[in-house]
């Protein structure tokens, strides 16, 4: 059986280990870049760090106790993700400058071929995508931005060797997560930073010390310590992040009332207050954001942007402020999924076009009419840590072809009416999460209004579903079949 897997990120990574741990060595992992680490390879901007605390942030199977800090930076997560490749053997599995353009089903063969932008196919038996929801970029629709004459770069693709901003003046467009990271280191160096804000978000503080060493040995010498403070930060995470405990949202609410109230001007802390209900859009954390906004030489606009000229930002009321860094935080398309490439299956269907109202598919994991087609990261699957969620549709996308491998099977394919069945319950419950039935953000919604992107219930929940029996939710043929080896 041969598989191809999209991405060297943290799911991609996962899936190879837990292949190779079942024994399919048959492998490829295709990896656009030149590094391994997805989100956190291509990531650099600075300030970039994890939000959620480092110790729930590794695989179970290579639990990492002696993060240096309670929310691990950038470099530290890329390193740890090199040291999984490294330490189970995955290095000559990675193609890296490998980008898939497309994906294509070929029904005569019953494999998937993919071509990539280097020209080159490969052929597989079983397609298993890592792309996740952070791959394409969110280039804002701004008038002018061509034309600037000065250094333009995004935040999701900062440049390796790093930017120098020390004594120039930089332009901040957005205001969510990666500025709220990104902004305090900037102004460090710059001589005038302007933020340019759109949306308020709800900001709260973190708990973000650096371990001691003396902590951190005593983590080493000690696990069960670590593994009872990882255990505490799960339960906090599967209790807040349903959005069903009152309580606990009301003080999250009051602690992020209290972070802002740092912000010393009376016209800039109301510009930062926001104006939708906490939890409607994703939940930032940081200590410094807020206070930067204290410093004479940072400014914070909420007149919105009119157009980039050569030297700057102009905005509505008319006024322009000059700039020689241009900073876009604008994040990513998050609701897109593997459509970021094209991806056809059976009689030629195309997974843009099934997803024309928005991305679904069954446990996040698999669309009907696209066989032996596995996701990690996929639709309504963003909850908690991504890792733990990325171990349980590992292990569920193993144990398929376990099956495959057992009973002689071409290929499998979700039935439609399973699809249909369990979506329709997932919308329902989303609809019955009050704090997500006002549209604070796009990052959960595709253009449609459906929430594509959130799993509403806790990372336990998921694992639980996706160790359930399910064969009778899939169509089987055998190689030589032209009837299902099963008609459940």
């Known amino acids: 059986m041969r598989i191809a ?70 470099p530290e997560i890329r390193e740890y993700m090199q040291h999984c490749v490294d330490k189970y053997g995955l290095g000559p599995h990675v193609r890296f400058g490998a980008e898939i353009r497309e994906a294509r089903w070929d029904e005569g063969e019953s494999r998937w071929q993919l071509s990539l932008a280097d020209g080159s196919t490969v052929a597989a038996d079983v397609f298993i995508s890592g792309l996740g929801m952070f791959n394409e ?35 901040v467009i957005g205001c969510a997560a990666s500025a709220t990271q990104a902004v305090p280191q900037l102004a460090k160096d710059a001589s005038s930073l302007v933020v340019y804000l759109r949306t308020a978000n709800w900001v709260v503080p973190k708990e973000d010390d650096a371990y001691t060493e003396e902590q951190l040995e005593e ?18 995470v599967e209790a ?25 001007d009376p016209v800039t802390r109301e510009k930062l207050r926001p104006r939708v209900p906490f939890g409607s859009q994703r939940i930032l954390f940081s200590n410094d954001f807020y206070p930067t906004f204290n410093l004479p030489h940072v400014e914070l606009v909420d007149d919105p942007i009119e157009a980039v000229t050569a030297a700057g930002v102009r905005t509505a009321e008319g006024r322009e402020r000059e700039a020689d860094v241009l900073v876009l935080a604008t994040g990513y398309d998050t609701t897109k999924f593997l459509s970021v490439i094209e991806v056809v299956g059976r009689g030629g269907a195309r997974i843009e076009d099934v997803w024309q109202d928005g991305a679904h598919a069954y446990l996040g994991l698999a669309v009907s009419g696209f ?80 929430i594509v992107t959130q799993w509403p219930y806790t990372m336990a929940e998921y694992r639980e579903r996706t160790t359930r029996p399910d064969e009778d939710a899939y169509e089987e043929h055998r190689a030589a079949d032209l009837e299902p080896a099963s008609a459940v």
């Not at 480092?54 to 993060?67: A, C, G, I, V």
């Not at 983590?219 to 906090?236: C, H, Q, T, V």
């Not at 349903?242 to 912000?263: G, I, Q, W």
Request: aromatic share 10%; charged share 25%.
């Open 5 to 74: 897997i999209a991405g060297a990120g943290p799911g991609g990574i996962c899936a190879g280990i837990k292949l190779k741990e079942a024994g399919f060595e048959d492998f490829v992992i295709l990896e656009r870049s030149s590094k391994v680490g997805g989100t956190w390879a291509n990531g650099r901007y600075p300030g970039l760090c994890c939000d959620t605390p480092s110790l729930l942030y590794s695989f179970t199977f290579e639990q990492k106790l002696d993060w240096t800090r309670t929310c691990a930076r950038q």
């Open 137 to 171: 970029l969110n280039w804002p629709d701004i008038d002018g931005l061509d034309g600037f004459a000065g250094r333009v770069v995004h935040t999701g693709d900062w440049p390796e060797e790093g930017l120098e901003v020390r004594g120039k003046r930089v332009a």
């Open 219 to 236: 983590f080493r010498s000690n696990p069960a310590i670590g593994m009872a403070k990882r255990n505490e930060y799960l339960d906090w």
């Open 240 to 264: 807040v992040l349903t959005f069903d405990k009152p309580v606990m949202l009301k003080e999250l609410e009051e602690s992020a009332h209290e972070n802002r109230s740092v912000v010393e």
């Open 371 to 450: 066989p032996n087609l596995f996701m990690l990261y996929g639709p309504n699957t963003n909850q908690g840590s991504i890792l733990l969620m990325h171990e349980y549709g590992c292990d569920y996308i193993v144990r398929k072809l376990e099956r495959m491998r057992a009973n002689g099977l071409a290929w499998i394919d979700v039935r439609q009416e399973v699809v249909d069945e369990y979506n329709d319950a997932l919308q329902r419950h989303l609809g019955t999460v009050e704090v997500l039935q006002t549209i604070g953000t796009k990052y959960y919604r595709a253009a449609s209004g459906r």
